[in-house]
C-alpha cells in the first residue's frame, strides 16, 4: 500500500483537507463544509472500528465462543443501551446506564476522597511539620500554599454570606485564581501554537517533490475558487440589482 | 488620529490571521536555532526517574491522545520511549484513547528499529480499552484478565517480555502521555492505591493543573507541553521535534504579547483623550 | 410494571455502587473476583454505549438527506467518511500495519482521520491571537495580575523569550524568568488548584452519593 501513489495520493488528500478547514478563516464555504462532516464521519468510523477488533471481537465475541456464557450479561446490558431510540421500550436502556452509574460512582468515590481531598489537605499541612529545619523562603512558599488554598476554597464557599474577614480572605482567593488562570492562558498559547505549528509543519513537508507540491498546488486551486466566487457573486448581485430596478 | 487608532483596534481579524500564519511559518523554513537556557525542575525528575531504572525492569507507556494534541505529546512520547529503551527497560504500551493506536502504530514502525528492540521480547502493544477504571484496578488484580491479546491479537500470557509480570507489584512504574485526565486517573487508581510510581507527560494547558501532585510526590515527574518535550530532548541528548517546534513558536509568542500590549496601550491613549 | 421500569433499575445502581465501593476498603479475595467480573463487564458496556452517538449521528444526517433539508448534500459526506474508514478496517481486520507497511486502514488514519482530527483543534490557534488583540483588556488590579501571570508565562515559555529576559534583565543579578515560572506553578498555582480541587472533589463525593442511594436519577430518563 505504502508506494510512491499511496503516498502522493495521500499527501494531496491531507493537505487538502488541511487547507480547506483553514479556509473557514476566511470565511465560510462549502470546501471547509465538506471537510467538516467528512470529519464526523471519519472519527466515528475509526472509533467503530477500534472498538470492533479491540473489544466487541476479543473481549465479548470470542471468549463467549469458548463457553464464557456469562457474558451474556454485559452483552445485553450494553444492547440494552440502544433501546433509548426506541421510546416504546426506552426504559430498558436504564439497566445499562445504572450499571454503568453505580460502577462509576461507587469506584470513584473512594478514590477521590482519597487524592484529590485527604491527600491535598495533608499535602497542605505536612510540609509545616518540618519547619523547625525550613529555610524562611520555603516557610513563606508554604504558608502561601496552605493560605492560598483556604482563601480560593472561602470563595467557592456559597453557604455563608460574603462580608468582614470571609470577604477579605474571600478577595485574597480571587488574587490566587487570577495568576493560576494568567498562567494558564500563557500556557494555552503555547499548546494552540503547538497544535498549529504540526499542521503548518504537515504542509511543509507536502510542498515538495515527494508529494508532487501538493501544498503549494492546491493553496492555489483554493484561492481560484475564491476568487471565481467572489466574481460570480458580485455578477449575481449586479443582476438582482439591474431586475429590480427595471 | 483618534479615529485611526479606533479603526487599528476594530482591525479585520484576518489581517491578524494572516500575520500569525507569517510567523509562524516563517521559523519553519529559516529556524533561528536559540537554544532553550533552562530545564525546569519537573522535566529533570521525569529524567532521572527513567534514568535511575534498572535493566530489563517493567514500565507501562500510557499513550493517551490523538491526533488533535498530537505535535505537543507524540515527541514526548517518542523521547520517553527511545530513553525506556535506551535503559533496556522492558515497555507496555497502553491506550485508552480510541484515536491513539494510529499513533502508536507510527512510534511502532520508527522507535524500536532505531533502537533494536524486538516485539514480545522487549516491548508489546496493547490493544485499545474503552474503559481506563476497568483496566486500571484489573491490573491490580491479574494483568491478563484486563490485556488477555496485544494489539495484533498474540496471547500476551507468555511473551518474553511479560516474564514474571502478573501485578503491579512487579512493575517498576507508570509513564503516561496524555491530553485528558487520564494521568489524574493513574495517579488515583494505581499509583496512590497501590504505591506504584507515576510520571507524566501532558499538554501545556494541562500542566498547572499537577502542580498539587508534584508537591506531594503523588507524581514524580511531568512534562508540560511542547517546553517540557523540548527540555526533555535535550537532556536526553537527542534534540527532535520538541526542539524545532518549541524554535518555530519564537516570534508568535512574541507576536501575542505586542498585540495585548497595543491593543491596551491604545485603549489608554483614547480614554486619556476623552 | 414500575418494580421492573424503576425499582430494579434503582436496585441496580445501589447494589453494584456498594459493593463497588466495598472492594475498596474490603481487599478479599471474593470482593477481587467480584471486581474483577465488573471490571471485563464494564469494558464491554461501555464499549457499547459509543452505538449511542453513532446511531444518533448518522440518523440525524440520514434524515437530513431523504428530507432534502438545507444542506443535506454535505450529509453525504458523513457517511462517506464513515465508509472511508469502516470499509478499509474491515478489509484488513482492523490492523494498521502488515510488516512494517500500512495497510488501507493505516493510509485511513494517517492521511485522513489525523489530519482532520489535527486542524480542527489548530484552527483555535487563530482565535488565541484575535483574543489577545481584541478582548485582553486590563482594567483591573485582577485583571493587572492575570496579565503580569500569563506575560511572564508566555514570555518565559520560549527560547527567545528567556533570551530576552537575560540580555535585558539579566544585569540585575535578579532571578532568571524560568525561576519565576517555576514559583508561579509550585506556590500561588499549587494553592489555587488545590482550592479548586478540593471544592470538585466534594461535590463529585456528593454526586457518587446521591447516584448510589438513587437521589440522583436525571440519567435514567422521565419516568
Known amino acids: 500500500m505504502e508506494n510512491s501513489l499511496s503516498v502522493i495520493l495521500g499527501g494531496w488528500l491531507s493537505a487538502g483537507i488541511t487547507i480547506f478547514l483553514f479556509s473557514f478563516l476566511y470565511k465560510d464555504n ?142 485574597i482567593g480571587i488574587y490566587f485564581l487570577m495568576i493560576y488562570f494568567g498562567a494558564s492562558f500563557g500556557n494555552t498559547v503555547m499548546a494552540r501554537f503547538s497544535l498549529l505549528y504540526g499542521r503548518f509543519d504537515m504542509l511543509y513537508d507536502f510542498s515538495g517533490a515527494r508529494y508532487a507540491f501538493a501544498t503549494p498546488v492546491i493553496i492555489l486551486l483554493t484561492v481560484c475558487f475564491f476568487v471565481y466566487r467572489h466574481i460570480a457573486d458580485k455578477k449575481k448581485a449586479g443582476i438582482t440589482k439591474t431586475a429590480k430596478a427595471e | 488620529m483618534k479615529d485611526r487608532l479606533r479603526r487599528f483596534l476594530n482591525i479585520d481579524r484576518r489581517w491578524l490571521f494572516l500575520l500569525l500564519s507569517v510567523v509562524m511559518i516563517w521559523p519553519i523554513i529559516h529556524p533561528s536555532g536559540i537554544a532553550g537556557r533552562t530545564t525546569q525542575q519537573s522535566v529533570k525528575d521525569f529524567y532521572d526517574f527513567i534514568e535511575n531504572l534498572k535493566e530489563n525492569d517493567f514500565v507501562i507507556l500510557g499513550v493517551d491522545y490523538d491526533p488533535s494534541i498530537k505535535p505537543e505529546l507524540q515527541p514526548q512520547a517518542v523521547a520517553a520511549l527511545r530513553h525506556l529503551f535506551r535503559r533496556n527497560v522492558r515497555v507496555c504500551i497502553l491506550t485508552f484513547i480510541s484515536g491513539a493506536p494510529g499513533l502508536i502504530e507510527e512510534i511502532k514502525q520508527t522507535v524500536p528499529q532505531e533502537a533494536g528492540k524486538e516485539y514480545g521480547k522487549d516491548y508489546v502493544v496493547m490493544a485499545y480499552n474503552p474503559n481506563y477504571m476497568a483496566a486500571m484496578t484489573q491490573m491490580s488484580i491479574d494483568f491478563y484478565k484486563a490485556y488477555e491479546k496485544d494489539a495484533e491479537g498474540n496471547t500476551v500470557k507468555g511473551m518474553p517480555v511479560m516474564k514474571g509480570i502478573n501485578t503491579y507489584r512487579d512493575m517498576a512504574g507508570v509513564v503516561e502521555i496524555t491530553g485528558t485526565g487520564m494521568l489524574d486517573a493513574w495517579v488515583a487508581y494505581v499509583g496512590d492505591k497501590y504505591n506504584v510510581p507515576i510520571i507524566g507527560g501532558t499538554t501545556a494547558i494541562s500542566q498547572l493543573g499537577y502542580g498539587p501532585y508534584l508537591q506531594n510526590r503523588q507524581l514524580l515527574g511531568l512534562l508540560g507541553g511542547m ?48 | 410494571m414500575l418494580i421492573i421500569k424503576k425499582y430494579i433499575p434503582l ?50 444526517h440520514y434524515k437530513k438527506i431523504v428530507r432534502h433539508e438545507d444542506g443535506w448534500g454535505y450529509s453525504i459526506f458523513v457517511f462517506l467518511g464513515f465508509l472511508a474508514v469502516v470499509i478499509p478496517g474491515i478489509i484488513s481486520h482492523g490492523a494498521q500495519a502488515d510488516n512494517g507497511t500500512l495497510t488501507s486502514l493505516g493510509w485511513s488514519f494517517r492521511y485522513l482521520y489525523n489530519p482532520l482530527a489535527s486542524t480542527m483543534f489548530a484552527v483555535l490557534a487563530f482565535y488565541i491571537v484575535s483574543t489577545a488583540f481584541r478582548s485582553f483588556r486590563i482594567k483591573s488590579a485582577q485583571a493587572f495580575v492575570l496579565f503580569i501571570a500569563a506575560f511572564i508565562l508566555i514570555l518565559g515559555n520560549v527560547p527567545a523569550g528567556q533570551m530576552l529576559w537575560d540580555t535585558l534583565l539579566g544585569w540585575t543579578g535578579c532571578c532568571s524568568i524560568s525561576d519565576i515560572i517555576q514559583w508561579i506553578m509550585q506556590v500561588p498555582s499549587v494553592a489555587a488548584k488545590r482550592g479548586i480541587m478540593i471544592g470538585i472533589t466534594i461535590g463529585a463525593v456528593v454526586t457518587s452519593l446521591k447516584i448510589i442511594f438513587g437521589i440522583e436519577r436525571q440519567y435514567m430518563g422521565r419516568d
Open chain 2, 227 to 274: 517546553r517540557g518535550g523540548s527540555e526533555y530532548e535535550t537532556l536526553t541528548g537527542r534534540k527532535d521535534k520538541a526542539t524545532s517546534g518549541i524554535d518555530a513558536l519564537n516570534l508568535s509568542h512574541m507576536l501575542v504579547i505586542i498585540l495585548i500590549l497595543t491593543s491596551n496601550i491604545i485603549l489608554l491613549v483614547l480614554k486619556e483623550k476623552n
Open chain 3, 11 to 60: 436496585a441496580i445502581v445501589m447494589i453494584v455502587g456498594l459493593l463497588t465501593l466495598a472492594t475498596y476498603y474490603v481487599p478479599a479475595k471474593a470482593s477481587q473476583a467480584y471486581l474483577s467480573t465488573l471490571n471485563q463487564w464494564e469494558v464491554i458496556v461501555s464499549g457499547f454505549a459509543f452505538l449511542l452517538g453513532l446511531i444518533s449521528l448518522l440518523m440525524t
Open chain 1, 30 to 171: 462549502p470546501l471547509f463544509k465538506i471537510a467538516e462532516h467528512l470529519y464526523l464521519g471519519v472519527g466515528m468510523g475509526w472509533w467503530f472500528i477500534v472498538l470492533l477488533y479491540g473489544t466487541w471481537i476479543p473481549k465479548a465475541y470470542e471468549p463467549f465462543m469458548q463457553g464464557e456464557y456469562l457474558l451474556i450479561i454485559p452483552v445485553l446490558l450494553g444492547i440494552s443501551l440502544v433501546t433509548q431510540f426506541i421510546p416504546r421500550i426506552s426504559w430498558v436502556s436504564r439497566y445499562g446506564f445504572t450499571f454503568i452509574m453505580g460502577y462509576g460512582a461507587g469506584l470513584v468515590l473512594p478514590l477521590n476522597l482519597a487524592t484529590d481531598f485527604m491527600a491535598q489537605i495533608g499535602g497542605t499541612i505536612k510540609p509545616f511539620a518540618a519547619i523547625a529545619s525550613m529555610s524562611a523562603g520555603e516557610f513563606i512558599n508554604y504558608f502561601l500554599i496552605a493560605a492560598g488554598a483556604v482563601c480560593v476554597l472561602t470563595y467557592f464557599y456559597f453557604s455563608v454570606e460574603h462580608k468582614g474577614f470571609i470577604k477579605k480572605a474571600s478577595n
